[in-house]
């Protein structure tokens, strides 16, 4: 079992070990610097090492910490992001690209498992998307034709193979599925083989140019000549934070009480709409099922949305035990596209890669063959696609409107309610709550043995209020998605300082 941004733990991260670290020697300077352990970080780092670079790559907590280990890995080409909306925002040509491209992710992420005898239970699979009423059945339609044009092989299908009823169904060829960490640990090791540097526990916290690009972690600073971001959203404050919406989704592991498992990959298309598959793991096969999406510090008791999703699956599914639950961020482009290419706002020699959606295994995997080509100077299609200094389309902006009107609530409504001290013996050990004692207001969280820890509500990014989630045990910022660990710590980007300590003296069991 690794560790993780979260109190719970995933499929992935509760069968794997900590990464075994082979690099013991390390320097000041290098050719790029990557930051970010997670499948974007790793397989940038790895792409550029072999190109010629010498390459850090830094991690502030272990490889796999973050999304990377709390995905679905669903590896696919038919996009959370309809091709529909990517052809009004982006044109057709763009789909066709953004098509291709997802499907030349999934064959590199196949053609790494062969070249290194990766175990990682990769193997080819169908995607199934259904509709279960008259207006989804009409926007499958026009999914269909969207994704066709795209280049898609796309087919009608009349039923599922699946224990679920639908109106109608579309079947897509050339997708795949796999077990994201022992793939991103066999990356990781190519990477150190060919003398690539790893650290772990080394969080970012300063970024300066001085002609190079100069890095503080800690007490440690390195320098570079080129710097990646491949910490799934950029650290420090950036134009990007307003143009992606942090959201968490639930997803869970479960073993079915016949061997009925389904291989191949389905999407429903209710809002949030769900995602499930199976994988074998160590011997054992179970079905995973994700869904429940909701913006990041909008829903205080989340342990209901593992409760939902739990619902749904016993409904359609004979399950024998439920393994694992876990929840895990993403964030959501405001114009349907991921963000990669230089950092708006920075030097050039900044490059950022996020705003994956639900889809980071594909447009990790495209970010890092992306990078490695501006890096080379290598033309692509997709640089110009992808910018993260492109102009907003008109589709997208109203998307940026309503997200900011939540995150304008939070800058102007501080509905922080005015609970009083005696609040705090109501709280149950493991559960977090934000009070107001004195005209402060504290985030304070007591601890399986009724000690309280309490903190500064505000979030040390951009200072909107910080909320409870009780299925992670973490507070999370509603505004850009930073989330903390109950005493305070980063535990997501784009924070880089902890939630200042406050000092609580009662013990109340
Ligand atoms: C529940 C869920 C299911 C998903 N399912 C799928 C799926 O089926 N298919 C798919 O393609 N995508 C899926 N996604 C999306 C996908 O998992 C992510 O987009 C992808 O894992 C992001 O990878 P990453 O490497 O960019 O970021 P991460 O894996 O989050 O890695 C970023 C790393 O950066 C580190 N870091 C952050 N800040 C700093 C700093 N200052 N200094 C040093 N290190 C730092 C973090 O510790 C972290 O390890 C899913 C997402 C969720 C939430």
Redesign the pocket.
């Known amino acids: 079992m690794i560790n993780r941004?979260g109190y719970t733990i995933s499929l992935w991260q509760q069968h794997i070990s900590a990464f075994p670290l082979s690099s013991t020697r390390h320097e000041q300077v290098y050719d790029i610097i990557i930051?970010?352990?997670?499948?974007?970080?790793?397989t940038t780092a790895l792409l550029l090492q072999e190109a010629g670079f010498k390459c850090l790559l830094?991690?502030?907590?272990?490889?796999?910490?973050?999304?990377?280990?709390?995905?679905?890995?669903?590896?696919?080409t038919l996009l959370d992001v309809s091709y529909e909306t990517i052809e009004k925002n982006f044109g057709l040509p763009a789909a066709r690209s953004i098509a291709k491209a997802s499907a030349n992710a999934i064959a590199f992420i196949e053609k790494m498992t062969q070249e290194y005898s990766i175990d990682c239970g990769f193997n080819t699979a169908d995607a199934y998307q259904y509709a279960q009423n008259k207006e989804q059945d009409e926007a499958l339609d026009r999914e269909a034709t969207a994704a066709t044009n795209a280049g898609l092989d796309v087919s009608r299908v009349a039923t599922l193979p699946l224990p679920i009823s639908c109106i109608s169904a579309i079947q897509v060829k050339g997708q795949a599925k796999f077990s994201?960490l022992p793939y991103l640990y066999e990356l990781a090791k190519a990477f150190e083989n060919i003398g690539g540097v790893i650290l772990e526990n080394?969080?970012?916290?300063k970024i300066e140019h001085k002609g190079k690009v100069e890095i503080t972690?800690g007490e440690q600073t390195f320098t570079g000549r080129k710097l990646v971001l491949?910490?799934?959203i950029p650290?420090g404050i950036n134009l990007l934070h307003l143009r992606c919406i942090p959201?968490?989704?639930?997803?869970l592991a479960a073993r079915l009480a016949q061997n009925d498992y389904p291989q191949d990959l389905y999407y429903d298309m209710e809002e949030p709409f769900h995602?499930i598959r199976s994988q074998e793991v160590d011997g054992q096969q179970y079905l995973i099922v994700?869904g429940e999406d909701h913006k990041t510090g909008h829903h205080e008791n989340t342990t209901l949305c593992f409760r939902q999703l739990e619902a749904w699956v016993h409904k359609h599914f004979k399950v024998e035990e439920i393994t694992q639950r876990?929840?895990?961020?993403?964030y959501e482009p405001v114009d349907g596209l991921p963000y990669i290419g230089q950092l708006p706002g920075e030097e050039e020699d900044v490059y950022v890669?996020?705003g994956?959606?639900?889809?980071?295994?594909?447009?990790?995997t495209i970010?890092a063959l992306l990078l490695r080509d501006m890096l080379l100077g290598v033309p692509n299609e997709l640089e110009m696609i992808l910018d993260p200094n492109r102009l907003k389309p008109i589709a997208g902006f109203s998307n940026f409107i309503s997200h900011n009107a939540d995150v304008a609530m939070q800058f102007v409504g501080k509905l922080i309610p005015a609970a009083s001290l005696h609040l705090l013996a109501d709280l149950a050990p493991g559960e977090g709550r934000v009070i107001t004692y004195e005209s402060e207001k504290m985030a304070v969280y007591k601890d399986e043995t009724g000690e309280l820890h309490s903190v500064s509500p505000v979030c040390t990014h951009l200072k909107c209020d910080v909320n409870w989630n009780s299925g992670e045990r973490s507070w999370d910022c509603p505004c850009h998605g930073a989330r903390y660990s109950p005493d305070g710590q980063v535990l997501?980007?784009p924070a880089?300082m902890a939630l200042q300590a406050l000092h609580v003296a009662a013990t109340v069991k």
């Open positions: 941004d930051v970010g352990g997670g499948i974007t970080g790793v830094l991690e502030a907590a272990n490889l796999g910490y973050g999304t990377t280990g709390g995905t679905t890995a669903h590896l696919n994201p080394t969080r970012v916290t972690a491949a910490t799934h650290p959201y968490r989704s639930y997803a995602y994700g876990w929840s895990s961020q993403f890669a996020t994956f959606s639900g889809n980071g295994m594909i447009y990790g970010a997501n980007c880089t």
